[in-house]
């Protein structure tokens, strides 16, 4: 199986940065495209941003221009550099891929999330 875990969040205030990682871990055969999802509390799970195997890229419109995804294939790991954030960035982000761990087929695996909290 693959394992995702997340790194990065805390507290911050609005306008202010952080730096979001998730690496990948297990007996991995491949992995396609990664992605940040963000649960605000009490709403749905959201698409954040996304990036493919080779680079291309996809973001949510209230994130374009402010946060900015970006993956290392050698370490198996994503990263979301998160600037100007806003209260309403609040919330769990999870880790997502596409992948496939050694003898099973093609899935879905999600990290155990990490808390942000931006102050007003």
């Known amino acids: 199986q693959v394992q995702l875990v997340e790194s990065g969040g805390g507290l911050v205030q609005a306008g202010g940065s952080l730096r979001l990682s998730c690496a990948a871990s297990g007996n991995i055969f491949s992995i396609n495209t990664m992605g940040w999802y963000h649960q605000a509390p009490g709403k749905q799970r959201e698409l954040v941003a996304s990036i493919s195997s080779d680079g291309t890229t996809n973001y949510a419109d209230s994130m374009k221009g402010r946060f900015t995804i970006s993956r290392d294939n050698a370490k198996n790991t994503v990263y979301l550099q998160m600037n100007s954030l806003k209260p309403e960035d609040t919330g769990v982000y999870y880790c997502?891929?596409?992948?496939?761990?050694?003898?099973?087929?093609?899935?879905?695996?999600w990290g155990q999330g990490t808390q942000v909290t931006v102050s007003s």
């Open positions: 997502n891929c596409n992948g496939r761990a050694f003898g099973r087929a093609p899935r879905e695996y």
